[in-house]
């Protein structure tokens, strides 16, 4: 049987489209397509169900996958790494949304770079959820960190920690919104309160409203910045509130730089997971980034 007509099916069943499959094969979908109809007829039986959007696996399909999909992972590694460079040094490649990547994802996988001989060379490339799963399901990266988990096989998440999400503000806005206020009017006692965000859409400020008053915000976004960090920094200096994720603020509500504004007793979380392409943890650099970052993250949450 040919391992390039095996290869074809093992990414058509992860991927669940012929046309996600030629993507990622770097192929045309006619050609992917035509080394489909030779493997079935070469083995007498249909492996997909062609559906309106996507494939589904026929039984047959879903054994055949189970069967030579860890075989063809293992050619992939030994044909990565060599049989005769032991001694080089791995990289791994990283991607997931800047901050959470720079405060928590890269100081703790810079313990494992170095030449310890079990050690690998680090790259780190930032994005949202979307752009960061195209470009790890594309082979552009090794592991990703993203909120949004993903659909079908082609992908495997593990989830990592929940992060606590804070509503902040400076101490000059806090003074206007005294405890009793906030207890009494909830929402409504913000509605003055210019607002700092990441997107025009108030991802950040949208989903705790929902959340904790069960509303939307009132007030328009007046300083947008694509990054939590600034959006801090903003914060910090008085430009407004700002809801932001609890392991960022927690310095600067310490020293006192910005306030909680409330306190819910549930307060709103986000998820984030530990992705990677399926069959891609037989590769040890790759595993081992992913059992140490599932390990730090145990003190994160």
Partial sequence: MDLALLRTFVTVHRAGSFTRAAALLGLSQPAVTSQIRTLERQLGRPLFLRQARGVTPTTIGDELAHKAAPHLDALVEITETGLDDESSLRTLHLAGPPEF????????????????????????????????????????????????????????????????????????????????????????????????????SLPFVSRYWASVFDSRPAAPGT????????????????????????YLCAPALERGDVVALHHPAVPPLRTYFLVVRTGTLAMPHIARAHDWLLHAATDWC
């Fill in 101 to 200: 990547v720079a405060e928590r994802a890269l100081p703790a996988l810079t313990e494992l770079t170095g030449e310890d001989g079990q050690g690998f060379a680090l790259r780190a490339s930032f994005g949202n959820a979307e752009e960061t799963l195209e470009g790890l399901a594309a082979g552009h990266h090794d592991l990703a960190i993203t909120t949004a988990r993903p659909r079908g096989s082609l992908l495997t998440a593990t989830a990592l920690c929940d992060e606590v999400h804070v509503l902040v503000a400076s101490p000059r806005w806090a003074k206007r919104i005294n405890t009793g206020t906030m207890r009494r009017k909830g929402a409504p006692a913000l509605e003055n309160l210019p607002v700092i965000e990441v997107h025009e």
């Fill in 223 to 246: 300083v947008i910045v694509p990054d939590l960090r600034a959006a801090l920094a903003c914060a910090a200096a008085g430009a407004g509130l700002a809801v932001l994720p609890g």
